[in-house]
């Protein structure tokens, strides 16, 4: 029998889709996929680089993989994901505890590179590009995280280059699935009893196949609205897409959610700041201007779109006028909710060069201010739910209560509501009675009209 392995995943959903294609290469190899490291013969990290922090979180993993099991001169660790693809070999260097690092595009090559540790070989290391005609991405429903909601990658990588980000270094360029190998995903995942399914990708609405075949019969402005379209066309019940950035957004995405119920109420649009200033040191693309056009087509839609978005605070040159213009976009915007980041330096990227960092003080400062400003925007929309009837999927029992259960809406809210365990995987109707700071609460109504 193989090695038992365990694959603990850090950062953002492209990871957890890497590491659910993993964990299948490997059982297709004859590998154990176990549940905790504490019992696996071999340990892999599949890591995020985004942040400084989560690359530091990486060393403090090993340390302690390696500190519970002392004596075990078996154990073997890797390092898979975009540390991996960005450090290196230097992860030798600064970790005696690693036997085997893996690129963003060697996952394929993942059980060959284990039986080369297993033989001897001393600090495997594969960074190379995936495998001519090995780019499917298979994923067994077992591996999946969830048998309800699946994440479907359909483009890779990055041709941006915003001035602050790692993924163009750590991902690539960008690289676009092809239509027909998404389509047959999305059915085989309906005809698994799959409900949900969010289309992925560092930016989704950049989606440029070299082939078109099969979206000829779809109507778009451009082959991601047509891409929307024939997956709707599925009949898959519920459609999510992310992330979407602002500079590629047509209108026609709105359009397109307009005409197709299955596709969800909901968008993530990142504008990363107000001010015209900061977003040209940033490199987005985009003015403000550029993007509250957007926000208002979005906002004047024939459905009530949940609108969500990400924003850095302290970028490099960032003056208080400068942030007070963040707060004014926010509060014009009124986002459903938003993710706020202090900036971190990332090594080999434009703006790490670039004078002025703030403060660290004055980073905290700016991030509970805008926090402030969010919480006052999404205490209003939270509430105005109250009264209303939800469409939720039923995704597990709630670990706070053991009566209630969790799921999440179309518009992407969080749901609670007392429930039995037998619900899990359907599609319910919830009245919402009571809104909290970021979630919903309801109770249980017969699953006939829903707004």
């Known amino acids: 029998m193989k090695p038992r392995v365990y694959i603990e995943t850090f950062g953002c959903q492209m990871n957890v889709a890497d590491s659910e294609r993993a964990a299948t290469g490997l059982r297709e190899s004859g590998y154990d996929l176990c549940d905790s490291a504490d ?4 340990v892999l990290l599949n890591t995020c ?37 960005l450090e290196g070999e230097t992860l030798f260097d600064n970790s005696s505890g690693i036997d085997m690092v893996v690129g963003t595009r060697a996952t394929d090559r993942l059980p060959v590179l284990i039986e080369r540790v297993r033989e001897g070989e001393k600090k495997v ?17 077992v591996e999946r995280h969830s048998p309800h909601v699946a994440f479907i990658p359909i483009i890779e990588g990055c041709n941006k280059f915003c001035s602050f980000c790692i993924v163009p270094y750590s991902r690539g360029r960008e690289r676009s699935r092809p239509v027909s190998e998404i389509i047959d995903e999305v059915n085989k995942l309906l005809s698994l009893g799959y409900k949900e399914v969010h289309l992925i990708g560092q930016n989704v609405n950049s989606y440029r196949p070299r082939i078109e075949a099969g979206l000829e019969q779809f109507p778009g402005a ?13 009949g898959m019940p519920r459609i999510k897409f992310t992330t979407s950035f602002p500079r590629d957004f047509h209108p026609d995405i709105v359009t397109a959610i307009e005409e197709n119920p299955n596709l969800c109420n909901w968008i993530h649009l990142p504008v990363q700041s107000g001010s015209d200033r900061v977003l040209k040191l940033m490199r987005r693309g985009h003015k403000r201007d550029d993007y509250l056009k957007r926000i208002e087509h979005i906002k004047n839609s024939s459905r009530r779109l949940a609108l969500t978005s990400d924003i850095i605070v302290g970028f490099p040159g960032e003056t208080d006028e400068d942030f007070q213009q963040t707060l004014d976009l926010v509060r014009q915007c009124e986002y459903d909710s938003i993710y706020i980041f202090k900036y971190s330096k990332r090594a080999g990227t434009p703006a790490a060069k670039l004078p002025d960092t703030a403060p660290d003080a004055v980073m905290k400062s700016r991030f509970l201010e ?3 400003v969010q919480k006052h925007s999404q205490r209003r929309i939270y509430d105005s739910y109250v009264g209303r009837t939800l469409s939720v999927l039923v995704e597990r029992n709630s670990s706070r209560s ?13 749901v609670n509501f007392p429930g039995e365990s037998h619900l899990e995987g359907e599609i319910v109707d919830v009245l919402v009675t009571q809104a909290k700071t970021n979630s919903l609460y309801g109770k249980l109504v017969n699953r006939s009209s829903v707004a």
């Open 39 to 42: 019992i696996a013969d071999i």
């Open 49 to 85: 680089s985004v942040r400084e922090r989560a690359e530091h979180k990486v060393y403090t993993r090993i340390g302690e993989v390696r500190a519970a099991r002392p004596n075990d001169r078996n154990l073997m660790v890797g390092v898979m994901g975009c540390v991996a693809q």
């Open 125 to 141: 290391i594969d960074l190379g590009e995936r495998d001519e005609g090995q780019e499917a991405w298979n994923v067994s429903p």
């Open 402 to 414: 053991h009566n209630d259960l969790v799921g999440h809406s179309t518009c992407h809210k969080v």
């Open 370 to 372: 805008l926090e402030s």
């Open 222 to 234: 451009t082959p991601f609205c047509r891409l929307l379209r024939a997956v709707a066309a599925t």
